[in-house]
């Protein structure tokens, strides 16, 4: 089954080729739906995301790979409850954002693209830097001018050309699209390559726990890029008879900043109008998501859903896990106050499996924890 560039809402496609970032009229792409592969296609010679290359839409001659993927899966009590925690942070570059950029830009460098654009409030930029570094491609990030110092001395020391862009996180995402005519957006909020990576997150935690799926998954979610992942990854291995059922996807945002949260508990399609004001948990500050509709079909269609979070919750998870040996970002900690708020609920269950993405290194948000622990810097 070959590949296309999809509009789910339109239903039109598109060739692979030329490369593209976006359907007409600014529309947001997806792939047509893939077939998946079994436990025997598995490349069992291969310590990465790449052990999972044959469920790619093709293969790059050379994929620009720095060992991402096969993170811990940790067991532990939170909340007087076992769960699954997915140590994503112990990556390459510090984050989740390593399988998009691994994928995205393999694919794309074997397409002829040679200089990348991104937009991104951290992580991303990192990602993409560090392997548009690795691949010889030349990356220029653009950045809100409130982005945490670690994460900026990443993306410099990689070698990116930064630009710091003044304003909220999505003025920078909108100086990115304006800039899209000169140089390829590599966008890891746009591009469907970088979901394409995203999806590994399920094949690995299908065979982490033993080519079954976790009842729940939880993640932070700014643009969606783990929650439509998880749903295209499982999806697929449903369709490849490899497992029976879907784990429900559970969204965690900041109140701050929520909006896909604040649209599905108030049952909408679109965003709600809501005041964004500034949140520790930079990582999902994105206002406008451009597949708000798609992440919503997800944690409806998987009978999961979304948690807003107070800035206070986010920061007690933070400690709390730090106090448990996790150095976590506040971004990735509002999945275990998720959690928390989620059983409090009797959403789910201590009989269920559940898994809780940890998506960012605490390393990138040194000054905010500081601030968070009140330790002197």
């Known amino acids: 089954m070959s ?3 999809l509009d789910p809402r339109t239903g039109q496609t598109f060739p692979l080729d030329p490369p593209s970032w976006s359907g007409p009229g600014h529309a947001p792409l997806l792939l047509t739906p893939l077939p998946g592969i079994t436990r025997a296609q598995i490349d069992p010679s291969t310590r990465s995301l790449w052990r999972y290359r044959a469920a790619l839409p093709f293969q790059p001659a050379q994929p620009i790979t720095l060992g991402e993927g096969g993170t811990p899966l940790l067991r532990g009590t939170l909340h007087g409850t076992p769960a699954y ?5 112990v990556m390459p570059t510090g984050s989740f954002k390593d399988r ?3 994928v995205m830009l393999s694919l794309l460098r074997d397409q002829g693209v040679k200089a990348v654009l991104e937009d991104s409030s951290g992580n991303g930029g990192a990602a993409v830097a560090a392997y548009a570094a690795a691949g010889g491609l030349a990356a220029t990030i653009m950045a809100p001018a409130s982005t945490s110092p670690a994460k900026l001395v990443q993306m410099r020391a990689h070698g990116a050309t930064l630009e710091l862009i003044p304003g909220s ?3 920078t995402a909108d100086a990115a699209v304006a800039r899209s005519d000169t140089i390829f957006y590599a966008s890891h909020n746009w591009h469907p390559f970088f979901l394409q990576g995203t999806k590994t997150l399920a094949y690995e935690l299908w065979e982490d726990l033993g080519f079954r799926a976790p009842d729940n998954i939880i993640t932070p979610c700014g643009a969606g890029s783990n929650v439509l992942g998880c749903e295209i ?4 291995l449903q369709r490849s008879g490899e497992i029976e059922a879907m784990p429900r996807i559970f969204a965690a945002q ?6 896909i949260a604040a649209a599905f508990l108030a049952g909408e399609d679109v965003a709600e109008k809501v005041e964004i004001k500034p949140t520790i948990a930079e990582g999902t500050a994105i206002a406008r998501p451009v597949r708000l509709r798609e992440v919503l079909g997800t944690l409806r269609e998987t009978l999961g859903g979304a948690v807003m979070l107070t800035e206070e919750e986010i920061g007690q998870a933070t400690l709390e896990l730090a106090h448990l040996g996790m150095y976590v970002e506040p971004t990735s900690a509002q999945a275990v106050a998720a959690f928390g708020k989620l059983l409090a609920a009797g959403t789910i269950t201590s009989e269920q499996v559940t898994v809780i993405v940890l998506t960012g290194s605490g390393l990138k948000a040194t000054v905010r924890i500081a601030e968070l622990s009140g330790s002197a810097l």
Do not use: I, M, T, V
């Open 85 to 89: 925690l997915k140590a994503e942070w």
């Open 169 to 171: 996180r999505q003025d």
């Open 233 to 236: 990854g499982f999806s697929e």
């Open 100 to 102: 998009g950029a691994s």
């Open 3 to 5: 590949a296309a560039y």
């Open 254 to 259: 900041p109140a701050n900043c929520g909006p």
